[in-house]
C-alpha cells in the first residue's frame, strides 16, 4: 500500500470521526432533566459519551499526525529510532509512529 492510498484510506474515517465527534458533543451539552431518578440514567449515558467523545477525539488527532506526516515525507519513519516503520505495520496501524522494536 503506498503512501497516498493509505492516506486515501484516511480521509473517510477522518470524517466519520468528525461527524461522531459533532453529534456527542451535541449530545452531551443537553440540559439534564428536572427530576432527580431521570438524571441517573441520563448522566450514566452523558459519562459514556463523553469517554467515546474523548476517544474519538484522539483517534482524529492521530489520523491528521498521520496526514502531516505523509505530506511532510516523514511517514513510516520510526519516531524513537528513526528506522522504518515495516509496510505490513502501517498498512495496519497507518497511525504508528513507532517500528515494532521500539513500540515493544
Excluded: Y
Excluded at 53 to 73: D, N, P
Amino acid at each position: 500500500m503506498t503512501h497516498a492510498q493509505i492516506a486515501e484510506s484516511l480521509q473517510p474515517r477522518l470524517l466519520t470521526l468528525h461527524a461522531e465527534i459533532a453529534a456527542l458533543e451535541t449530545a452531551t451539552t443537553q440540559a439534564l432533566p428536572a427530576k432527580f431518578a431521570d438524571q441517573v440514567g441520563e448522566l450514566a449515558d452523558l459519562a459514556t459519551d463523553e469517554s467515546l467523545e474523548v476517544a474519538h477525539i484522539h483517534e482524529a488527532e492521530q489520523i491528521v499526525a498521520a496526514l502531516a506526516r505523509i505530506e511532510s515525507g516523514h511517514f513510516g519513519v520510526c519516531s524513537s529510532c528513526g528506522g522504518e516503520i515495516a509496510p505490513a505495520r502501517l498498512a495496519a496501524l497507518p497511525t504508528a509512529i513507532n517500528c515494532i522494536a521500539c513500540a515493544a
